[in-house]
């Protein structure tokens, strides 16, 4: 599939298999440049691309929705729950460290993330609220 402009940073396939979501991105002397496309599986066109958006510094992990209506974006210390087609901000949540990795849960409910601070937060999208910590038993 072509059609990034920069280094693809990560990708993967929505749950249904129709869609997969890749996001990319580029640092040159006037910041981080970045790009997610939605491509179609079947096809290997694009479906619906959101070039860089002023306030998202980076496209890390992007992944699909079961639904297929929404994506989460991990961007340095922020979670973003972004419509699919549009790239419209849902949902921004803010993590004391890296967001790293995210995935909605199977009823789409929740989303799951690592932190490069050594935890795993559960978000609740409905709760505008900071996130769950996952802790080891002791």
Request: hydrophobic fraction near 40%; include cysteine.
């Amino acid at each position: 599939l072509t059609g990034h402009a920069f280094d693809v940073l990560s990708v993967s396939f929505s749950p249904d298999g129709k869609r997969i979501v890749s996001g990319s991105g580029w640092r040159d002397d006037q910041g981080l440049l970045h790009q997610i496309l939605v491509w179609d599986t079947f096809t290997g066109l694009p479906v619906a691309q959101q070039p860089g958006d002023a306030d998202l510094l980076r496209a890390d992990d992007p992944a699909a929705s079961r639904s297929g209506d929404r994506m989460v974006v991990a961007d340095g210390h922020k979670l973003l729950i972004k419509q699919e087609s549009t790239g419209k901000i849902l949902f921004s949540g803010v993590d004391d460290g890296e967001v790293i990795n995210p995935r909605f849960s199977p009823d789409g409910k929740r989303i799951v993330s690592g932190c490069s601070n050594g935890t795993v937060k559960v978000w609740l999208q409905a709760a505008h609220s900071a996130p769950v910590v996952a802790e080891a038993p002791k």
